[in-house]
């Protein structure tokens, strides 16, 4: 859009510049993506050889791929951003089959930013509900559990997890610097319940594990969603920071990335003022940078921020009551892929959205704000394909299959576009060839993937 283009005819010049200079601050060239690609593999290098790097890439004691043989019956806990979600596994004995009971239980606000009992207790309560109304056997011998934390943790091993911090607006005290599954285990057992923790799972690493269980060719696990992180499993003799492990060399083993924190040394991801707004308002600000530029938690908030400013700054919603648009995170990113998504020649859609927001938009505010939203996930997909080419140029491969986790990834047919076009772009596939990296939706992380993993680490004692 520039000043005075035909199709926005009615734009106020002051909408338009502003407009114009966020579309520009926001795009990534084909250049751009490949230095950050190129910087975004040797930070994952990195990450592999020392314990402080930027970029953590946590072990995750998980080694090789389960073989189909897996079975027995295991309960899983995913703590999600939004909800608690609990299910029985029952892995059965013919290859692959399985059976799932779930259950899910909204985490209360309170509980995000509360106390570490508050959260741990909730946990357990929800727990012993699901127990209760599945009659799960309070049998003498405990069930074995997955917990899966999807936050970056230190594991000494698969039963052990010291927070580093905490990401996707969480904030629970007394939790960060200790060991997760040492607070919950005390909770379990004073409230008695018939579990025993034998995984500690990040989403990511539930996702690959379940992703290969059914699609050999996944190499790569990835959540694209509240935030966004990837996983793969790299040759123990490549992962510096372990050589006294005792694995046997060649054992491969899952490596968490928590790539979230990628470039929180602003080196080269291009960020303008609405990220550097985004992160100060931000829980933890000068964390997970990239992260904040691409994941869901955060691209609803961008967008809000343009609205605010494009009000303030040029005059746009002049006729309206902009007091909702003025909270803080009111816009989730739903609302954003909504907006990108709405087909319809009046933009009917963002009409209705907006009016919840007690706007009554005019025809330019409404082109305007689907210029906005599509502006902000071109740039989130344009990123977030970077992370995966990283991985495969630091793993060499040049085939494979990425097993995708997340609302923002499965319920947003632009995004799964756009993503992929920048692969081919950053990868230089040639026109007309097909996909060599292809991203398949991969659903069951949480609860299949977790429950091999509780299966392998049993496996594996
Ligand atoms: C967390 C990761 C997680 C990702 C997706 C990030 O904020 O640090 O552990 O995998 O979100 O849920």
């Keep these: 859009m520039t000043v005075g283009d035909e199709s926005y005819g009615n734009v106020p010049p002051a909408v338009a510049v502003e407009v114009e200079m966020i579309k520009n601050s926001f795009s990534v060239d084909k250049d751009t993506l490949r230095k950050i690609t190129g910087h975004f593999a040797s930070q994952l290098e990195k990450g592999l050889a020392s314990y402080d790097s930027e970029i953590p890439m946590n072990v995750t004691w998980v080694t090789g791929y389960p073989n189909g043989k897996e079975s027995g ?30 259950e899910k ?3 209360p606000d309170n509980v995000r930013g509360g106390s570490a009992d ?61 060991d997760v599954i040492e607070q919950l285990e005390q909770v379990l057992q004073r409230k008695n319940l018939p579990v025993t923790i034998v995984a500690l799972v990040n989403d990511t690493t539930g996702t690959l594990i379940a992703g290969a269980y059914k699609d ?39 490596i968490n990335t928590e790539y979230g924190a ?12 609405f990220d550097h707004t985004v992160d100060k308002e931000s829980t933890r600000p000068g964390q997970q940078t990239y992260e ?8 609803g908030e961008l967008m809000r921020l343009m609205l605010v400013h494009l009000h303030k700054r040029a005059g746009m919603f002049s006729q309206s009551d902009c007091s909702k648009l003025n909270c803080n995170n009111a816009f989730d990113s739903k609302i954003l892929a909504a907006i990108d998504e709405d087909n319809t020649e009046s933009h009917t859609g963002i009409r209705d959205i907006l009016k919840r927001f007690n706007i009554d938009p005019t025809p330019y505010e409404l082109e305007v704000c689907a210029i906005l939203a599509e502006t902000i996930c071109t740039r989130a997909a344009r990123l977030y394909a970077c992370g995966i080419a990283a991985i495969c140029q630091k793993k060499r491969i040049q085939r494979c299959h990425v097993g995708v986790d997340g609302s923002m990834f499965s319920n947003y047919s632009k995004f799964r576009k756009r993503a992929a076009a920048t692969l081919r772009e950053i990868l230089n596939w040639p026109d007309g060839s097909e996909d060599q990296i292809l991203l398949c939706p991969a659903e069951d992380g949480s609860s299949i993937g977790a429950a091999l993993i509780a299966a392998l680490s049993l496996r594996s004692d």
């Design 73 to 102: 019956s295991y309960i899983t806990v995913d703590m999600g951003g939004t909800n608690l979600r609990v299910c029985q596994v029952v892995l059965t004995e013919e290859p692959g089959g399985h059976n799932v009971a779930q």
């Design 105 to 107: 239980f909204k985490l």
């Design 118 to 178: 508050e959260l741990w207790g909730f946990i357990a309560d929800s727990l012993d509900a699901f127990l209760r109304k599945y009659t799960v056997k309070r049998q003498s011998e405990k069930l074995p559990m997955a917990f899966t934390f999807s936050y970056p943790v230190t594991q000494n091993n698969i039963r052990h997890g010291i927070l580093q911090r905490w990401t996707k607006g969480f904030d629970v005290s007394g939790v960060e610097g200790y």
């Design 216 to 254: 050999p060719e996944i190499k790569i696990g990835c959540i694209f969603s509240t935030g966004c992180n990837a996983a793969y499993m790299e040759d123990v003799d490549s992962i510096p920071k372990i050589s006294k492990s005792g694995l046997r060399p060649g054992t491969e083993i899952a």
């Design 262 to 273: 990628f470039d929180n040394s602003h080196h080269v991801l291009p960020r303008t003022q």
């Design 292 to 299: 904040k530029m691409v994941a869901g938690h955060y691209v």
